[in-house]
């Protein structure tokens, strides 16, 4: 189920985590050449992807939210 960033944060690992409107997170690491989010790497990459809808597995599986 797609669903739009609303914010990040960081793991106890220092990877970005984003937060979804649905209450879950997902991680949202550039590690080329299998992983190629640069955007992820500056503030203005992040903020420029607020609201962009990533595919939930959580809410696919029918996961409670986080929150």
């Not at 959580?58 to 986080?66: K, L, T």
């Amino acid at each position: 189920m797609l669903q739009p960033i609303t914010g990040y944060h960081l793991d106890e690992e220092k990877h970005w985590v984003a937060e979804l409107a649905c209450g879950h997170n997902q991680h949202v690491r550039h590690q080329p050449p299998f992983i190629n989010r640069p955007w992820v790497t500056t503030v203005e990459g992040r903020n420029s992807m607020l609201g962009h809808e990533l595919n939930c597995v959580r809410c696919d599986r029918g996961e409670p939210a986080q929150r």
